[in-house]
C-alpha cells in the first residue's frame, strides 16, 4: 500500500516520466514491428497457399486411383482437379478458319480452393476477381488469344471435337506460376467438357493436378496416408514449394526493421537505466530513512521491484497498445496491394516479445541502481555523504550489454549479427570513451586562457571529466545509431527506387524470330514506344559434366551437399536453360569469379549465373557439354557472374561467346515500357505479329511499387519512433547531472556569479560536449554503415561525407539545447531554495 | 534499558585511522532522559548513531533492551529498531513526497501494523497538526515540520526516543516549543529519551546529561533523578 502510494508521488511528481516513456517505447517497439513481420509472415503464407490455389496439390502424368479421392472425402477434404496439356483452338470447322497453339486448363467446378481467378470483359481489360471458374459449353480466353483468333466475346470456338461459347477473358490463374514457362496464351474450360473433345487419349502429355484444402490436421493424416502409395510420377506438393520469391528488397526491409528495433530498444534500455539510477539516487534519502525507522533491506526491496513491475505492467499495456496501432497503421496501407487476409489475426506471440522485452528491460537496465538502494545505510540520516555498499559498475554495464544481447538473439535468431553489434558498441565504448576522456582532458589548458564564461564552461567540463566521458559516449552512441539508421534507410529506399524507376521495361517479347527483328522495332518506334536491346535467346540441356553424365554428376556431387530443407528436385536441375551470347558483359552484372572473353572470342566457353553455378557445385575450369538443338557443344566456364533477377531485364543463367554460337538457330527477347494508356497498342502488334509471344508484367510492376512505397513508409514510422527513444536518452543523460547542477550553480550565483554567466558555461559545456560527441558518432556511424552495407545487407559501400557534416551540427544543436532548455531550471530557481533542499 | 561496554568508534582516513569514540562506558535507564553534549567533532552524532543501531561500533559492545547489536546484521538491528525505538532529527527527515498525515503512517505501515492512520491522525492531533494533515513538507514552517517528525517518532510508540540536534534548525521559540512537546510527550508515553544538543538550557531539562571531548566522557552530571512518572511531574511543575 505504501509502496503504491510512493511510485503514485513520484509519478505525479514527473520522477518516473523517463523511465516509463522509455519503458513504453521499448514495448512499442518491439510489439509493433513483432506484430507486423509476424502478420506479414501469416499473409505470406495464405498468399502461397493461393499461388498453389489450394494447400497440398498432388500432381501427376496420370489420373489417380478413385480411392485416393474417396479417402480424402472421409477425412473432411475440399478437393478440385485441374488438367492442362496443349491443344490447337480453332475457329470454325473448316481448315481455312484461324487456328492457334494453346496450353489448355480444363478445371473443375470448386477450382481454385484457395485465391481466385482474374478475368475481364474485354481483352487486356481491366482485372476483376472471380471466385467462379468456367461452366460447362463456356471456355475463358487469354487475351492474346482474341487478335490471334480474330474472335470477340460471344464467339465460338473448337477445342478437338467440341464447341464452345467464349464468355470472359481470363487474365490469370493463382496458380499459372513462373511467368515464363506459359509461352502459349491459356484456353480455360469446364473438365467435365474433356470427354466430349476427344482430344484426351492415352499417350497424351497431359498433367494432372489434384487439389486439396483443409485444416492442419487433416491435410497431415492424408499426407501420411498418402505418403506410402506415391511413386516418382507423383509430388506431393506443399505451401514451401510454392512459396513466391520475396524479392531481395523486402527481406532486407524486414532485416532493417528488426535491426532497428532492436537498436532502438538498445537505446530505449540506455534511456532506462540513466531514468533509473538518477530515480535511485534521488531515492538514497528515502531508503535511509525507511531504514532507520525499521525497514529491513528486504522489505526495500519488495517495495521498489514491486514499483518497477507495476510500471512495466502499464508500460506493457499501452506499449502493446500503441504496438498494436503502429502496425495496425501499416497494415491499412499495405493489406490493398498486398491481398492479405485480415482475418488472418496475429498470435500472441508479439505481445509475449513485448512483455518480455520490458521485463528483461527493467531487469538489465533498472535493476543495477536499485540494487544499490538496499546497500543505503541507515546512517546517511545523519551523515548524507554516505553511500553504502554499491553495484559496481562493471556489473552494470555487464547486465546491460548481456540484457540487450539475450533480446536481439531472441529477436533475430542471428548469433553472428548480435554478436557483431555488441562488439560494435563495445568497440565504440571503449574508442570514443578513451578520446572523449583525453580530449576533455585537453580542455585544462585551453582553460586557463579563456574569457570567464568560457573558463567556468571547461572547468567544470574537466572536473566532470569521467562523468562527461561517460555522458559524451552515450550521447555519440545515440547520434551514431540515429546515423547509422538514417543513411542506411536512405540507401535502401535510393536503391529500391533505382531498382524500379519509372519507366522500367513492363512488357517482355519473346520468340522473335530473326527475320522479324526490323519490322519489330519500327513498329515500336512508330508508335513511341522504346525498347530495350534485344537479345537472341536458344534452349540449351546440359548433358555432361566434366566428363559425367548429368545425371551422374548430380548423383555424385549435387545430391550429398544439397540442403535437407532444399525443396528442388534434384533430377530436374539445370534439365533446359536459357541461353543467349553476347560480347559484352550486360551493364547489370557483376563479375564474381574468371575473366571476361576479349571481344572477338572463339574460344569455346562459357559465362555461369552465380546462383546457377552454386547449385550444380560448378567452377571456373570445368568442362560442360551442352545439346542445342541436335548439336552437341563442349564449353569451359570462364566466368561467373552475380545478377539481379528483380530487374525486370531479361536475364541469362548462360551467356557464351557469339562466335561460338553463330550457327545455331535462335529466337530473340527484348522488353520495352508500354505506359498504361498504350494497352490497346497490343493488340495491333500481336495482329502484326501473331507467332512472337508478349509477356505483360505491368501489373506485377505496379505492385512491386507500390509494397516498396509503402514499405519505406514503414521503415520510416520505426525510424521516427526510433528517433523518440534517442531523445529520450539525451533528456535522461541530461537530467541525470541536474541535480550536482543545480547546487553548483546556486553556490556560484550566492557567490555574485550573474545568470548570464552560468546559463552561458551550460550553454557552452553541452554544445561543445555535443561537438564532440557528434564528431565521434559520424567516425563510428561511417564504421558501422560500411559493415553492415558490406556484410549485412548486401549494398555496395560509399563514403558518406554528409555524415560528418551532419553528426557534429546535430550534436551540437541538439545537445546543446536540449542542455540549455533542462538546464534553464537550474538558474530560474532561486539559490536558496535550492541549498535549503540540500 | 541501554546499556554499552568500552564502545570504540575508529574510521579509515586518507591520513590514517581516526578515533572517533573510545572506552565509553554508558547505562541509561528506563524512563530516564539523557543529554550528549560536547564541541563539535566530539563524536556526539557518533555515539547517538551507535547506541541507535544506526552504526556498528569497532569495539566493545551495545546492548538495547536486552538486544545485543553488536551480534545482530543491518536487517536484524532495523527489526529491533522498528520495535523500539523512535527519532527525531536535525534536519526532519520527512519524505517530501508524501503528507504529514502518511509520514506519520510510514513507520505502522513500513512495519505492518494495523490502525496506522488512526494513529497517525491521533498524534498529529496532539502535536496540534489536526487541520493539516494533508499538507506536504514544503508546505509548512520548520517548526511544523519537526511537530510532524514527533508524531512520526511516537506514532510507532518507541520505548527510546533518539532525538539529534532536535531543535537546531528553528529559531529559539520555535526551537522551545518544539522542545516542550518533545518532553510532554516523551513523559507520557513513558518513553527513554536520549538527546544530541548544544543548548544548555535543552540540556538541562533533562534528567542527567553527559559531555563528550575528543570521543570520551568528560562528565556525567545527574540534573534530577528519575522517579516514576507522577512524582516527576509534580517536580516539574514545582520547578516551574
Not at chain 1, 683 to 695: D, M
Not at chain 1, 734 to 740: A, E, F, K, M
Not at chain 2, 3 to 19: C, F
Amino acid at each position: 500500500m505504501f509502496g503504491m502510494r510512493l511510485l503514485w508521488r513520484d509519478w505525479r511528481g514527473g520522477e518516473l516520466g523517463v523511465l516509463f516513456a522509455a519503458l513504453l517505447i521499448a514495448v512499442a517497439i518491439v510489439t509493433g514491428i513483432s506484430l507486423f513481420t509476424d502478420r506479414l509472415q501469416q499473409g505470406i503464407t495464405a498468399q502461397s497457399s493461393h499461388f498453389l490455389a489450394a494447400d497440398r496439390v498432388l500432381r501427376t502424368s496420370d489420373p489417380v486411383d478413385p480411392s485416393w479421392l474417396y479417402k480424402a472425402d472421409e477425412l473432411g477434404l475440399l478437393q478440385a482437379q485441374t488438367m492442362t496439356f496443349r491443344s490447337m483452338v480453332y475457329v470454325g470447322e473448316d481448315l481455312d478458319g484461324k487456328m492457334q497453339f494453346s496450353a489448355v486448363k480444363a478445371v473443375s467446378d470448386s477450382y481454385p480452393l484457395k485465391g481466385q481467378l482474374d478475368v475481364s470483359d474485354t481483352p487486356f481489360g481491366t482485372v476483376v476477381k472471380t471466385p467462379l471458374s468456367p461452366p460447362r459449353g463456356e471456355v475463358w480466353l487469354d487475351s492474346r488469344l482474341f487478335p490471334l483468333l480474330q474472335v470477340e466475346l460471344g464467339d465460338s470456338v473448337f477445342v478437338g471435337d467440341a464447341e464452345f461459347t467464349v464468355t470472359k477473358v481470363v487474365m490469370n490463374e493463382p496458380d499459372r506460376g513462373s511467368v515464363f514457362s506459359g509461352f502459349a496464351p491459356r484456353l480455360l474450360m469446364n473438365i467435365d467438357d474433356i470427354p466430349a473433345t476427344n482430344v484426351v487419349q492415352p499417350g497424351s502429355r497431359v498433367r494432372y493436378r489434384y487439389l486439396f484444402s483443409g485444416d492442419n490436421q487433416q491435410l497431415l493424416q492424408y499426407g501420411e496416408w498418402l505418403q506410402s502409395r506415391l511413386d516418382v510420377s507423383h509430388r506431393w506438393l506443399d505451401l514451401r514449394d510454392s512459396q513466391p520469391r520475396i524479392s531481395n528488397s523486402m527481406k532486407r526491409a524486414e532485416q532493417f526493421l528488426l535491426l532497428a528495433g532492436a537498436l532502438g530498444v538498445g537505446l530505449a534500455g540506455v534511456a532506462i537505466a540513466l531514468a533509473a539510477r538518477r530515480y535511485s539516487e534521488r531515492h538514497y534519502d528515502y531508503v535511509a530513512i525507511m531504514k532507520s525507522l525499521g525497514a529491513t533491506s528486504s522489505r526495500i526491496m519488495t517495495i521498489y521491484t514491486t514499483n518497477l513491475l507495476v510500471l512495466a505492467m502499464i508500460a506493457v499495456v499501452i506499449g502493446s497498445m500503441v504496438g498494436w496501432l503502429i502496425q495496425t497503421v501499416f497494415f491499412s496501407v499495405l493489406m490493398d496491394y498486398m491481398s492479405i487476409n485480415m482475418e488472418h489475426s496475429a498470435t500472441f506471440r508479439p505481445y509475449i516479445i513485448g512483455s518480455v522485452t520490458a521485463l528483461v528491460c527493467l531487469m538489465a537496465f533498472a535493476l543495477p541502481p536499485l540494487l544499490n538502494l538496499q546497500g543505503i545505510s541507515p546512517l546517511r540520516v545523519l551523515r548524507r555523504d554516505l553511500q553504502g555498499a554499491m553495484v559496481s559498475s562493471v556489473v552494470s554495464y555487464a547486465m546491460g550489454v548481456g540484457g540487450i544481447g539475450l533480446l536481439m538473439l531472441w529477436y533475430s535468431g542471428n548469433i553472428q549479427l548480435t554478436l557483431a553489434i555488441l562488439a560494435g558498441i563495445a568497440a565504440t565504448f571503449i574508442i570514443v570513451g578513451a578520446a572523449a576522456w583525453y580530449l576533455l582532458r585537453g580542455s585544462t589548458h585551453m582553460g586557463m586562457q579563456a574569457g570567464s564564461t568560457w573558463r567556468l564552461a571547461l572547468a567544470s567540463m574537466r572536473r566532470r571529466g569521467y562523468q562527461n566521458a561517460v555522458q559524451a559516449v552515450i550521447f555519440s552512441l545515440s547520434i551514431m545509431l540515429l546515423l547509422v539508421l538514417f543513411m542506411v534507410r536512405s540507401s535502401l529506399i535510393e536503391e529500391w527506387r533505382i531498382q524500379l524507376p519509372e519507366g522500367t521495361p513492363n512488357h517482355f517479347l519473346m520468340n522473335v524470330s530473326a527475320e522479324e527483328i526490323s519490322a519489330v522495332e519500327q513498329l515500336l518506334a512508330d508508335n513511341g514506344v522504346s525498347s530495350e536491346p534485344i537479345f537472341p535467346m536458344a534452349r540449351a540441356r546440359l548433358v555432361n559434366i566434366g566428363g559425367m553424365s548429368r545425371e551422374q554428376w548430380i548423383k555424385q556431387e549435387v545430391l550429398p551437399n544439397m540442403p535437407i530443407e532444399s525443396t528442388s528436385r534434384p533430377e530436374n536441375i539445370a534439365r533446359e536453360v536459357n541461353l543467349t551470347w553476347a560480347y559484352e558483359m550486360p551493364s547489370d552484372n557483376r563479375l564474381v569469379e574468371g575473366t571476361w572473353w576479349p571481344p572477338g572470342s572463339t574460344k569455346p566457353e562459357v559465362s555461369l549465373e552465380v546462383e546457377f553455378a552454386e547449385r550444380l557445385r560448378l567452377n571456373v575450369g570445368d568442362k560442360l557439354v551442352f545439346q542445342i538443338g541436335s548439336e552437341p557443344l563442349e564449353v569451359e566456364v570462364s566466368s561467373i557472374r552475380s545478377l539481379n533477377w528483380d530487374s525486370m531485364k531479361p536475364n541469362f543463367f548462360l551467356i557464351f561467346p557469339p562466335k561460338v554460337l553463330k550457327d545455331y538457330p535462335a529466337t530473340y527477347i527484348t522488353s520495352f515500357y508500354l505506359p498504361p494508356d498504350k494497352k490497346r497498342f497490343l493488340n495491333q502488334f500481336l495482329l502484326n505479329f501473331p507467332t512472337i509471344t508478349v509477356i505483360e508484367m505491368d501489373a506485377v510492376i505496379h505492385q512491386i511499387r507500390t509494397i516498396v512505397d509503402q514499405v519505406s513508409g514503414a521503415v520510416e514510422l520505426v525510424l521516427g519512433l526510433i528517433i523518440v527513444s534517442g531523445v529520450l536518452v539525451l533528456i535522461a543523460s541530461v537530467q541525470s547531472s541536474l541535480d550536482s547542477r543545480f547546487q553548483e550553480s546556486a553556490i556560484l550565483r550566492t557567490l555574485g556569479a550573474k545568470r548570464g554567466l552560468v546559463l552561458g558555461s551550460l550553454a557552452i559545456e553541452f554544445s561543445a560536449l555535443g561537438l564532440l560527441a557528434g564528431v565521434l558518432a559520424a567516425f563510428s556511424a561511417e564504421l558501422a554503415v560500411f559493415g553492415l552495407q558490406e556484410y549485412l545487407l548486401n549494398m555496395t559501400y560509399t563514403m558518406h561525407p554528409v555524415l560528418w557534416f551532419i553528426g557534429p551540427i546535430v550534436g551540437m544543436v541538439l545537445i546543446g539545447s536540449a542542455g540549455y532548455v533542462t538546464c534553464r531550471k537550474v538558474v530560474n530557481t532561486p539559490p536558496v531554495k535550492v541549498l535549503r533542499e540540500l | 534499558m541501554i546499556k554499552t561496554h568500552q564502545l570504540e568508534k575508529t574510521v579509515e582516513t586518507s591520513e590514517g585511522s581516526l578515533t572517533i569514540l573510545k572506552g565509553i562506558d554508558l547505562e541509561i535507564k528506563q524512563g530516564e532522559s539523557l543529554a550528549i553534549v560536547g564541541p563539535s567533532g566530539s563524536g556526539k552524532s557518533t555515539l547517538l548513531a551507535l547506541l541507535a543501531g544506526l552504526d556498528i561500533p569497532s569495539g566493545g559492545s551495545i546492548s538495547l533492551d536486552n538486544h545485543e547489536l553488536t551480534e545482530l546484521d543491518e536487517d536484524k538491528r532495523a527489526q529491533v529498531r522498528a520495535k523500539l525505538v523512535g527519532f527525531v532529527f536535525q534536519a526532519f527527515q520527512l519524505l517530501p513526497s508524501l503528507t504529514a498525515l502518511e509520514n506519520v503512517m510510514l513507520p505502522a505501515e513500513l512495519n505492518g501494523v494495523p490502525g496506522a492512520r488512526k494513529l497517525a491522525e491521533k498524534y498529529l492531533q496532539r502535536v496540534g497538526l489536526g487541520e493539516r494533515v494533508n499538507h506536504y513538507p514544503r508546505q509548512l514552517s520548520g517548526g511544523e515540520q519537526q511537530r510532524v517528525a514527533i508524531a512520526r517518532a511516537f506514532a510507532s510508540q518507541p520505548k527510546i526516543l533518539f532525538a539529534d540536534e532536535p531543535t537546531g534548525n528553528l529559531d529559539t521559540a520555535t526551537g522551545a516549543h518544539v522542545i516542550d512537546l518533545l518532553f510532554d510527550l516523551n513523559r507520557e508515553e513513558d518513553a527513554t529519551l536520549v538527546l544530541v544538543t548544544h543548548e544548555q538550557r535543552l540540556a538541562d531539562r533533562c534528567h542527567r546529561s553527559i559531555t563528550l571531548e575528543a570521543g570520551a566522557v568528560v562528565s556525567d552530571k545527574i540534573n534530577s533523578p528519575v522517579i516514576d512518572n507522577t512524582v516527576t511531574l509534580v517536580a516539574s511543575n514545582e520547578a516551574r
